[in-house]
RNA sequence: UCCUCCUUAGCUCAGUUGGUUAGAGCAUCUGACUGUUAAUCAGAGGGUCGCCCGUUCAAGUCGGGCAGGGGGAGCCA
């Protein structure tokens, strides 16, 4: 067997030492020809190996670079120097794989994180990104482990689909037809798809949900955890062309059930992470706690990371109708002192994110839930309210992020629904399959759909959405 | 897609009103030192100033175009 090595935060976190071992992992830096710090992504901290002088040939000591990969065996004991607790001293140093140090990129000092999204396939090996991508793994643990204790089915919706009528945003096609312009056409000159691969035009998905709710029709509740794809040209710091979204959906359920669930699934998963990476969240906070001192006083956050996260699982989100919203941004100050660049004066208009951020960082200093939106700017599926102006409607806005959840009733009145889609224009016959819903034992239902990277920023402190994906997809840009 | 800022060494950045041979710190290499914590000390190498066109006796510096990147807006999760 070639590994038996130990994992370095289990022999950091323990008291034992004076015992034999073997480690692997990646050189951080190389002191004094002594002194190798090793990170094997266990942990941010690195385990402090001694190589004794002399005990080494010098063509091994030369080949112990910045980024080689190595293996050591030897023994556990109390540290002689300061700044850690245990060291190794190494009775043997084996080069698994060597790293030229005149060519690997990353060096033992600060680089932008503009910089480290170039090589996005080798800034895992940093701080800042394995503290990252342990508390995204944190946190999609906690999402199947939430659902999971609530007896939601985990629910597989398809990426390639067919319907591209939900509306939710422009669509890659998927398809083999070639693309030199001798694909098959029709007399009015559009593409052909009967010879296509599946005989028929299909997409990538855009959301999960209407596939979702045909399953709660069986399952009561069900959640999806899966990728989606948006063709928008949205180049921003929370947009991706390729992201996961968390999407639940709840038979026998109304707007009050989904916004408990979904405050309670936040905090699930926060706390979660607060408990299981506390290292890596501390790691973060100080990162931003640096960054932010380069900012100018009145743009600094109030609190820290930690604080933050705290505050949001200890206290009630604040819930308001787009109505009351909308009085408390007419009647704000920065309203009347014309400081918004869109003034608020009647009710119906979307919200701009300057007023969303607003009501969640100056007003209420808390995440938001935003509910009853008029019918005219949100989607066919959503729930008609009896006063004939709004939809049963929920989107959550959190502080220095925006909309990360956005959900709702659904209308599970055929002839409300069909009529709504109508005034929409959108095709029932296309969508036959899910007005079976209605058609067939309908029931009150609920969802709501969650940006997963938007959870991970929050949680994470980073400011761009490209930044806690490993391999960010968005315009112009798919490389790896 | 729109607005705005940026692009100089491997990285992070200086570079004055246009004017000789474009600088620093870190990294790298060589040597010294050896219980170091982004080790330290001495020395060396390293540049198509994003690309193209223009103005000028002269462009890293001024103007135009293109490309890439950051921030903001829209679309949204």
Same mark, same amino acid.
């Given at each position: 067997? #070639?590994? &038996?090595?130990?994992? +370095?935060?289990?022999?950091?976190? @323990?008291?034992?030492? /004076?015992? !034999?071992?073997? $480690?692997?992992?990646?050189?951080?830096? #190389?002191? &004094?020809?002594?002194? +190798?710090?090793?990170?094997?992504? @266990?942990?941010?901290? /690195?385990? !402090?190996?001694? $190589?004794?002088?002399?005990?080494?040939?010098?063509?091994?000591?030369?080949? +112990?670079?910045?980024?080689?990969?190595?293996?050591?065996?030897?023994?556990?004991?109390?540290?002689?120097?300061?700044?850690?607790?245990?060291?190794?001293?190494?009775?043997?140093?084996?080069?698994?794989?060597?790293?030229?140090?005149?060519?690997?990129?990353?060096?033992?000092?600060?680089?932008?994180?503009?910089?480290?999204?170039?090589?996005?396939?080798?800034?895992?090996?940093?701080?800042?990104?394995?503290?990252?991508?342990?508390?995204?793994?944190?946190?999609?643990?906690?999402?199947?482990?939430?659902?999971?204790?609530?007896?939601?089915?985990?629910?597989?919706?398809?990426?390639?689909?067919?319907?591209?009528?939900?509306?939710?945003?422009?669509?890659?096609?998927?398809?083999?037809?070639?693309?030199?312009?001798?694909?098959?056409?029709?007399?009015?000159?559009?593409?052909?798809?009967?010879?296509?691969?599946?005989?028929?035009?299909?997409?990538?998905?855009?959301?999960?949900?209407?596939?979702?709710?045909?399953?709660?029709?069986?399952?009561?509740?069900?959640?999806?955890?899966?990728?989606?794809?948006?063709?928008?040209?949205?180049?921003?710091?929370?947009?991706?062309?390729?992201?996961?979204?968390?999407?639940?959906?709840?038979?026998?359920?109304?707007?009050?059930?989904?916004?408990?669930?979904?405050?309670?699934?936040?905090?699930?998963?926060?706390?979660?992470?607060?408990?299981?990476?506390?290292?890596?969240?501390?790691?973060?906070?100080?990162?931003?706690?640096?960054?932010?001192?380069?900012?100018?006083?009145?743009?600094?956050?109030?609190?820290?990371?930690?604080?933050?996260?705290?505050?949001?699982?200890?206290?009630?989100?604040?819930?308001?109708?787009?109505?009351?919203?909308?009085?408390?941004?007419?009647?704000?100050?920065?309203?009347?002192?014309?400081?918004?660049?869109?003034?608020?004066?009647?009710?119906?208009?979307?919200?701009?994110?300057?007023?969303?951020?607003?009501?969640?960082?100056?007003?209420?200093?808390?995440?938001?839930?935003?509910?009853?939106?008029?019918?005219?700017?949100?989607?066919?599926?959503?729930?008609?309210?009896?006063?004939?102006?709004?939809?049963?409607?929920?989107?959550?806005?959190?502080?220095?992020?925006?909309?990360?959840?956005?959900?709702?009733?659904?209308?599970?009145?055929?002839?409300?629904?069909?009529?709504?889609?109508?005034?929409?224009?959108?095709?029932?016959?296309?969508?036959?399959?899910?007005?079976?819903?209605?058609?067939?034992?309908?029931?009150?239902?609920?969802?709501?759909?969650?940006?997963?990277?938007?959870?991970?920023?929050?949680?994470?402190?980073?400011?761009?959405?490209?930044?806690?994906?490993?391999?960010?997809?968005?315009?112009?840009?798919?490389?790896?």
């Amino acid at each position: 067997m #070639f590994n &038996n090595r130990s994992r +370095i935060k289990e022999l950091l976190t @323990s008291d034992k030492t /004076n015992y !034999q071992t073997t $480690v692997m992992g990646w050189v951080r830096t #190389f002191r &004094n020809n002594q002194f +190798i710090a090793l990170n094997d992504g @266990s942990t941010n901290n /690195n385990l !402090q190996v001694v $190589v004794a002088l002399g005990s080494l040939d010098e063509t091994t000591i030369k080949r +112990i670079t910045t980024g080689a990969c190595i293996k050591a065996v030897g023994e556990i004991i109390p540290s002689l120097g300061k700044g850690q607790k245990v060291e190794l001293i190494a009775n043997s140093v084996e080069i698994l794989g060597d790293s030229d140090a005149e060519k690997f990129p990353l060096q033992p000092k600060k680089h932008s994180l503009e910089f480290l999204r170039e090589i996005a396939h080798l800034r895992f090996r940093t701080n800042t990104f394995g503290a990252i991508f342990r508390v995204r793994h944190a946190l999609a643990f906690a999402i199947h482990e939430f659902f999971n204790k609530k007896n939601f089915v985990y629910l597989h919706t398809p990426i390639i689909t067919a319907s591209d009528a939900e509306g939710a945003g422009e669509m890659f096609k998927v398809t083999t037809l070639p693309l030199d312009g001798t694909a098959p056409k029709n007399d009015d000159g559009s593409i052909n798809f009967k010879d296509d691969f599946f005989g028929r035009s299909t997409n990538l998905t855009v959301s999960g949900q209407l596939e979702g709710e045909l399953a709660a029709m069986a399952f009561s509740d069900i959640y999806t955890f899966g990728p989606t794809f948006r063709a928008e040209n949205s180049n921003t710091t929370r947009h991706l062309a390729e992201f996961w979204m968390i999407e639940p959906e709840m038979a026998f359920s109304d707007l009050e059930d989904n916004m408990n669930l979904a405050e309670e699934f936040i905090k699930y998963i926060i706390k979660h992470a607060m408990d299981n990476n506390r290292e890596d969240l501390e790691f973060l906070a100080q990162r931003l706690e640096e960054e932010e001192k380069s900012k100018p006083q009145n743009e600094r956050s109030e609190m820290g990371l930690i604080e933050k996260l705290e505050f949001v699982v200890n206290n009630d989100f604040e819930r308001i109708t787009y109505t009351e919203a909308i009085d408390i941004l007419r009647e704000s100050n920065h309203n009347k002192k014309k400081k918004f660049q869109y003034l608020i004066n009647e009710w119906g208009i979307d919200l701009q994110s300057e007023h969303e951020r607003y009501l969640v960082e100056k007003h209420f200093k808390k995440p938001v839930i935003l509910t009853n939106y008029p019918k005219d700017i949100k989607a066919f599926y959503m729930r008609q309210n009896d006063d004939g102006k709004t939809v049963a409607a929920m989107d959550i806005l959190a502080p220095g992020i925006g909309e990360i959840v956005g959900g709702s009733q659904r209308e599970e009145r055929l002839d409300k629904l069909t009529q709504r889609m109508n005034e929409m224009h959108i095709p029932t016959e296309e969508l036959d399959w899910y007005l079976d819903t209605r058609r067939f034992g309908a029931c009150p239902h609920a969802g709501f759909g969650l940006g997963f990277e938007r959870i991970v920023l929050f949680v994470t402190g980073m400011g761009n959405i490209r930044d806690v994906i490993p391999f960010p997809r968005y315009p112009k840009s798919a490389s790896f």
